[in-house]
């Protein structure tokens, strides 16, 4: 595991973006709490994470590389368009899929809805620069409290990614749940 500061991330952000994209394992920060995640096209990366989680079957949301690959793969009627203009943010949209090709199988169970985030952090400007999505979720095991620092992450996890983007302590809670497809609005 490879510890880096913002400043050495930066730096190093050629790097970085050639790992994410061959499927390594990032601890990252997002604009609520840190997150875990890999290439969301990558079946094998995935069942990884979902192993180091103990995360079940359950989906996967991702961080979107931007707006336009949303519009590209999802369906975007009048209310997930309002939500969609509030993005970059603290919310996860629940929206249909258009084109399942767009990510693995394996982040969501080959369901027709996916859960996106654009977060509002520096470093999903390196996510959009590298052109994937980005499986995100949170730095815990299935059912705990989401790392907020690394003083309370999990060793089990941390001993098992590649990469900890580290900025200090996040003081956010987890985003705000927005299913596009019923309307639904849920706060954690």
Do not use: H
Request: charge should be positive; hydrophobic fraction near 35%.
């Amino acid at each position: 595991m490879l510890l880096l500061t913002r400043e050495q991330t930066l730096s190093k952000k050629e790097i970085v973006i050639e790992e994410m994209k061959k499927g390594k394992i990032f601890i990252y920060p997002t604009d609520t709490v840190y997150g875990l995640g890999c290439n969301a096209l990558l079946s094998d990366s995935i069942k990884k994470l979902r192993n180091i989680k103990n995360r079940d079957a359950r989906p996967f949301s991702i961080i979107a590389p931007n707006k336009e690959w949303i519009i590209k793969n999802c369906e975007v009627e009048e209310f997930a368009k309002k939500w969609l203009n509030k993005i970059p943010g603290k919310y996860t949209l629940i929206m249909k899929l258009k084109n399942k090709e767009c990510i693995s199988n394996e982040t969501n169970n080959s369901l027709d809805n996916l859960g996106i985030r654009i977060p509002d952090n520096w470093f999903n400007k390196i996510i959009s620069e590298a052109e994937i999505p980005f499986i995100t979720t949170s730095v815990n095991l299935q059912g705990g409290s989401p790392m907020t620092s690394l003083a309370d992450a999990n060793e089990k996890i941390k001993n098992n990614v590649d990469y900890i983007i580290y900025e200090g302590e996040k003081k956010g809670k987890p985003s705000a749940i927005i299913n596009t497809t019923t309307q639904e609005i849920m706060r954690r």
